[in-house]
């Protein structure tokens, strides 16, 4: 994969981490969250972005899913790929809930995980709702804003 950046591997993580939610759902987050950071090759600490996009995203689920629906026309909710779900619930979470990320790097962001993680046709679904959303977004799509 080559050398990516620290957020980069952070967002991979805390995908693997709410893919892995998704298939087999933990009875006990925090456990599940210790066993997981266990099994990487840095230690937690490094992984503070993963943490706060995983607690975020499971926080909102529910608005970010009634987004999904809303934005994801014709198409039925449970037939979602697991993945392209991931990626877009933690793409959501980052475009109502981090100012302190540019809306055009989350979807960037999103794109490029759905080329390493899904399927080819994924990027144009992807793409697709979050294109849609950007043009709700009340803030600048290029700049982070000051929290």
Not at 132 to 143: F, N, V
Request: net charge positive.
């Amino acid at each position: 994969m080559g050398r990516t950046s620290k957020r980069r591997n952070n967002r991979i993580t805390a995908l693997q981490f709410l893919y892995a939610c998704e298939i087999n759902p933990p009875d006990d987050l925090e456990l599940q969250l210790r066993w997981f950071f266990a099994g990487k090759e840095r230690k937690r600490s490094y992984y503070g972005f993963a943490e706060e996009l995983i607690y975020g995203v499971l926080e909102n689920q529910d608005f970010i899913d009634g987004q999904i629906k809303t934005y994801a026309k014709n198409w039925d909710f449970d037939r979602i790929a697991k993945m392209d779900l991931s990626i877009l619930r933690l793409a959501i979470h980052e475009l109502e809930n981090r100012l302190d990320i540019p809306p055009i790097v989350s979807i960037n962001e999103a794109i490029d995980l759905s080329k390493l993680f899904s399927s080819p046709d994924s990027k144009r679904f992807i793409n697709g709702i979050l294109d849609k959303m950007k043009g709700t977004i009340q803030r600048p799509l290029r700049e982070a804003v000051e929290r």
